[in-house]
Nanobody, 119 residues
């Protein structure tokens, strides 16, 4: 019913930047909160950043001042601009989107995109 396609991951040197995108498609009536999570090897998945439909944002302490989340409601897309990347930012990044199809309301996950920060 709803598909999320992520893009923008890759290999970057410490101090570099990447921009992740997550586009939602399918039976979308309303989009609610949109967020980015990450999971490093051997660790639990953690919230990185969240943006609600009104535009308010919330960030993990570890990324404040370096990452910026934004959304384009016309394109059903959420972005994560990541600057001043550090080795500890290395992880698989997943988007999560709250969606109403008009019949049901559910949260959907993207397939994940690898971000590797290494020299």
């Amino acid at each position: 019913q709803v598909q999320l396609v992520e893009s923008g991951g890759g290999l970057v040197q410490p101090g570099g930047s990447l921009r992740l995108s997550c586009a939602a498609s399918g039976s979308i009536f309303t989009l609610y909160a949109m967020g980015w999570y990450r999971q490093a090897p051997g660790k639990q998945r953690e919230l990185v950043a969240l943006i609600i439909s009104g535009g308010s944002t919330n960030y993990a302490e570890s990324v404040k001042g370096r990452f910026t989340i934004s959304r384009d409601n016309a394109k059903n897309t959420v972005y994560l601009q990541m600057n001043s990347l550090k080795a500890e930012d290395t992880a698989v990044y997943y988007c999560n989107v709250g969606v109403s199809t008009g019949v049901i309301r559910a949260n959907y996950w993207g397939q994940g995109t690898q971000v590797t920060v290494s020299s």
